[in-house]
Every structure is written in structure tokens, then in C-alpha cells.
């Protein structure tokens, strides 16, 4: 496939510190992609000063900067939408702001395996908010009216376990299936992108119906599909030691006790 429209989009939203882009920079820099591609990065209703200060840290970095000023917070999905819009013919791998690379050929390894009808992700799950659903901390604080609202809003969004997706801090798809998708969406509050990660009219499940491959590659090249996410070795599984790309979730795995270790692994896989 030819790799003239693959584009890295990284977000910096305004929620974040320096810290973030900071980290992304100097682990794009270090790890090598391993392929051509047109670097963006997405800065998600930062103020004018901020921006100055962002462009000292993006100095001489080879990228495009798109500026998102719209007025509301429609979270990650939101950005991703305009941002395809403009990018229309082009493959894209969305970075949310808490990843980073940490492989060599990090970049390549998901390209080698992408087509048409494709979504890429460097990590799946079996989690679902459904099943990790739990009484006892609404009982904590006496409040029924919260445990029955959320949790009819779970159980008419959300399969049980398991409920096989892959995760949205990273991910690559042609920005014209993020768009279809995102379309007609809208997203004013967290849950909604809950729904459009894991949920039963997410993007795991749209995508399967429209008979979409969907695959998770590690950094030995490898790419693996649904019924086998967990040997990927990319995600609360094992050392996650052949993770691709960094993020928030991922890192809170390395810093856990065995014992938690192995309470999470079950509540993923």
C-alpha cells in the first residue's frame, strides 16, 4: 500500500501539562517509525499562550499543527472527526495525549498488516463496565438513585464479558471509516465515548458488521486477531513486553503488585 497519505496524529488537549507533549516528543524522536508519513499534531482548545509555549517544544520537528478551537469539549472523538475531515484521503493512527512509542519500527510494524477494510490497534481487551459494575460503592453513600441510573445505562449500552474491542488510546483506520462512524455522534460527556469504545454501538461492533479485519500488532511484527488479543502480549497480559506504543493504562500495568496483577488480568481477559 502506498504510504504518501499515512498520517501520525498526536492530541494535546487543554486538560493536559507540557509534560505530555514533552514525552511524546522525545520518544517519536527517539524510536524510529520505520516508514514515511506525515506527522500532526492536534492541540484541543489550548489558549494562545500555551500555543507559544507548545511550539518551543515542537521546534524543530518535521509536522503539521492543527489548531481545534472548538468552543465545546467533544472530547478525543470530537478532534479525531475534524481532524479526518481535513485529511480526508489519508490513513491515520490517532494518538491520544497519553502515548508515546517505545518500540523501534513502531510505526511500520501496524503499516505492513493495514488494507482496505482494516482497523489496526496496538491493544484489544475483553473488559466490559457492565460486568466490572459494582454495588457496594454506591452503597458507600446511600445513593440508590445513582447505582439504578447507572446501572440501567450500563446494561442498555454495554455486553458482558466477555466484550472484545480494540482500546482508543491508539489506533489506525482511513480517516473516512472515522468519520462514518463519528458522523451523526455526538459527545458531551464522558459516557458517550465510553460507548463508542467498548460499547455495543462502538466502534468494534459497527466495524465487525461491515466485515472489517480487526488486529492487534505487537513489535515482533505479528498481528493478531480477536480470539487471540490476549497473546499479543500488548495488554495487562504477561510484561505487556511486546507493546508498541505507551499509554495511560499500560503504564499503570508495570507498577502494580503481583497480586493486582493478576486481579486486573481477569478483569480484562
Given at each position: 500500500m502506498n504510504n504518501n497519505n499515512l498520517v501520525v496524529l498526536f492530541?494535546?488537549?487543554f486538560l493536559e501539562d507540557?509534560?505530555?507533549?514533552?514525552?511524546f516528543?522525545?520518544?517519536?524522536?527517539?524510536?524510529?517509525?520505520?516508514?514515511?508519513?506525515?506527522?500532526?499534531?492536534?492541540?484541543?482548545?489550548?489558549?494562545s499562550e500555551k500555543i507559544l509555549d507548545f511550539k518551543k517544544i515542537l521546534a524543530g520537528l518535521d509536522?503539521?499543527?492543527?489548531?481545534?478551537?472548538?468552543?465545546?469539549?467533544?472530547?478525543?472523538?470530537?478532534?479525531?472527526?475534524?481532524?479526518?475531515k481535513k485529511y480526508l484521503n489519508s490513513v491515520i493512527f490517532f494518538m491520544n495525549s497519553h502515548s508515546y512509542p517505545i518500540k523501534d519500527f513502531w510505526l511500520k510494524n501496524m503499516y505492513?498488516?493495514?488494507d482496505d477494510k482494516t482497523i489496526i490497534g496496538t491493544t484489544g481487551s475483553y473488559e466490559s463496565l457492565l460486568t466490572n459494575f459494582r454495588l457496594w460503592k454506591f452503597f458507600k453513600n446511600w445513593n440508590l438513585y445513582k447505582f439504578f441510573k447507572h446501572y440501567f445505562f450500563l446494561k442498555k449500552n454495554f455486553h458482558k464479558k466477555p466484550n472484545p474491542?480494540?482500546?482508543?488510546?491508539?489506533f489506525m483506520m482511513k480517516a473516512v471509516d472515522l468519520i462514518e462512524f463519528t458522523e451523526n455522534k455526538t459527545y458531551e460527556k464522558k459516557s458517550d465515548t465510553w460507548i463508542s469504545e467498548s460499547g455495543k454501538k462502538g466502534m468494534t461492533n459497527f466495524f465487525?458488521?461491515?466485515?472489517?479485519?480487526?488486529l492487534v500488532v505487537n513489535s515482533d511484527g505479528y498481528a493478531f486477531e480477536e480470539n487471540d488479543w490476549k497473546n499479543s502480549s500488548t495488554y495487562n497480559f504477561n510484561n505487556q513486553e511486546k507493546l508498541l506504543v505507551m499509554d495511560k493504562h499500560t503504564k499503570r500495568y508495570f507498577s502494580l503488585s503481583k497480586f493486582e496483577e493478576s486481579k486486573t488480568q481477569k478483569k480484562i481477559w
Open positions: 492530541l494535546m488537549t507540557d509534560q505530555r507533549l514533552i514525552t516528543v522525545e520518544n517519536y524522536k527517539k524510536f524510529n517509525p520505520g516508514v514515511d508519513h506525515k506527522l500532526v499534531i492536534c492541540l484541543k482548545k489550548i489558549t509536522h503539521e499543527l492543527f489548531i481545534d478551537e472548538y468552543e465545546k469539549n467533544d472530547f478525543d472523538f470530537g478532534s479525531y472527526r475534524r481532524v479526518a505492513n498488516h493495514f474491542h480494540f482500546r482508543s488510546a491508539n465487525k458488521k461491515k466485515n472489517y479485519k480487526i
